[in-house]
């Protein structure tokens, strides 16, 4: 009777080891389970919610979800009762399968995440770089200054020429606009300034420039230069052989006029660009009457400010 009772206890011991694979093959399927689960869900999330998913996987694993979970990493010996059980909240997981809210704003949260990486990298490079002295934050605040005023007093000219040409019978024929290079003051020469083919200035246009030499003299400053444009028809005179020599001796009238009237000749430049720069198709007749014109520039002597 001893006998068979030691065996059938034997045989229950041997039983028990025999079944306790079933543990370990239980936890593997349930692993295993929960990695198909993330990897199926990594390949449909967006970046937002695989951070949440990643601080919820993260929060899983560190041991602070079961109490006394950081205690099973210790030693066996170690009292149980001398670890303090983990009592952080533990963030749940969101459902993985995008409601058309959550879509929607999971478009917004990339276009603001983008936006604000834009940023970032901005103002990383403004950190990164050198800051301005004092007396380069000054420097810079009087060159913008200078060229404001200087675009509110061409401005200025501008409108005082349009208003004198139109006021005494030149509106078609004189214009002043103020372009990146500085305040042009456009006149076309036929029958204003000199005839055609010649380079003597005739007395019709001898008022006009010379309200334009006392406006140039309200700045001393700036340089000013005279240029004169033809059209494409050939010249070829004992005087003029081409448009060259036409359109140079017209600046060249020009300077020497202002010059008289007060203009420092130290200001002053005369070019000629034949018909290089026309504003007009010389196709036509009224086209190349526009052609045939001088321009005086007054250049800037500041950057163009922003508009």
Same mark, same amino acid.
């Given at each position: 009777?001893?006998?068979?009772?030691?065996?059938?206890?034997?045989?229950?011991?041997?039983?028990?080891?025999?079944?306790?694979?079933?543990?370990? *093959?239980?936890?593997?399927? +349930?692993? %295993? @389970?929960? %990695?198909?689960?993330?990897?199926? &869900?990594?390949?449909?999330?967006?970046?937002?919610? *695989?951070?949440? /998913?990643? $601080?919820?996987?993260?929060? #899983? @694993?560190?041991? &602070?979800?079961?109490?006394? =979970?950081? #205690?099973?990493?210790?030693?066996?010996?170690?009292?149980?009762?001398?670890?303090?059980?983990? +009592?952080?909240?533990?963030?749940?997981?969101?459902?993985?399968?995008?409601?058309?809210?959550?879509?929607? &704003?999971?478009?917004?949260?990339?276009?603001?995440? &983008?936006?604000?990486?834009?940023?970032?990298?901005?103002?990383?490079?403004?950190?990164?770089?050198?800051?301005?002295?004092?007396?380069? /934050?000054?420097?810079?605040?009087?060159?913008? #200054?200078?060229?404001?005023?200087? $675009?509110?007093?061409?401005?200025?000219?501008?409108?005082?020429?349009?208003? *004198?040409?139109?006021?005494?019978?030149?509106?078609?024929?004189? $214009?002043?606009?103020?372009?990146?290079?500085?305040?042009?003051?456009?006149?076309?020469? !036929?029958?204003?300034?000199?005839?055609? =083919?010649?380079?003597?200035?005739?007395?019709?246009?001898?008022?006009?420039?010379?309200?334009?030499? $006392? %406006?140039?003299?309200? !700045?001393?400053?700036?340089?000013?230069?005279?240029? =004169?444009?033809? !059209?494409?028809?050939?010249?070829?005179?004992?005087?003029?052989?081409?448009?060259?020599?036409?359109?140079?001796?017209?600046? +060249? +009238?020009?300077?020497?006029?202002?010059?008289?009237?007060?203009?420092?000749?130290?200001? /002053?430049?005369?070019?000629? *660009?034949? !018909?290089?720069?026309?504003?007009?198709?010389? #196709?036509?007749?009224? =086209?190349?009457?526009?052609?045939?014109?001088?321009?005086?520039?007054?250049?800037? /002597?500041?950057?163009?400010?922003?508009?």
């Amino acid at each position: 009777m001893a006998g068979h009772g030691k065996k059938r206890r034997g045989a229950a011991v041997e039983q028990e080891n025999e079944e306790r694979w079933l543990l370990t *093959y239980a936890d593997m399927l +349930t692993l %295993l @389970f929960a %990695l198909f689960m993330v990897l199926f &869900s990594i390949s449909s999330v967006n970046i937002s919610k *695989y951070q949440v /998913l990643q $601080q919820s996987l993260k929060a #899983a @694993f560190s041991g &602070s979800i079961l109490p006394g =979970g950081r #205690a099973i990493l210790q030693s066996g010996s170690e009292s149980t009762a001398e670890h303090t059980p983990a +009592t952080a909240a533990v963030p749940s997981i969101v459902p993985l399968m995008p409601t058309p809210t959550a879509r929607s &704003s999971s478009s917004t949260g990339s276009a603001n995440a &983008s936006s604000t990486a834009s940023l970032a990298a901005k103002a990383a490079a403004a950190a990164s770089a050198k800051p301005l002295s004092t007396a380069q /934050l000054q420097a810079a605040l009087n060159s913008m #200054a200078a060229s404001v005023a200087e $675009q509110e007093s061409f401005v200025a000219l501008a409108e005082k020429l349009n208003a *004198y040409a139109k006021s005494h019978g030149f509106g078609n024929e004189v $214009q002043a606009v103020v372009q990146r290079r500085g305040l042009v003051v456009r006149v076309l020469t !036929d029958k204003v300034l000199f005839a055609s =083919g010649q380079a003597t200035l005739q007395p019709e246009g001898a008022p006009l420039l010379e309200e334009v030499a $006392q %406006l140039l003299n309200v !700045d001393m400053s700036h340089p000013i230069t005279v240029e =004169g444009h033809t !059209d494409n028809q050939p010249i070829a005179t004992a005087e003029f052989p081409s448009n060259w020599e036409l359109s140079t001796a017209r600046a +060249t +009238t020009v300077v020497r006029f202002l010059i008289a009237h007060g203009v420092s000749g130290g200001r /002053l430049g005369a070019v000629g *660009y034949a !018909d290089l720069h026309p504003i007009a198709s010389n #196709a036509t007749a009224a =086209g190349r009457a526009l052609n045939r014109r001088v321009e005086i520039v007054l250049m800037r /002597l500041n950057p163009v400010p922003p508009s």
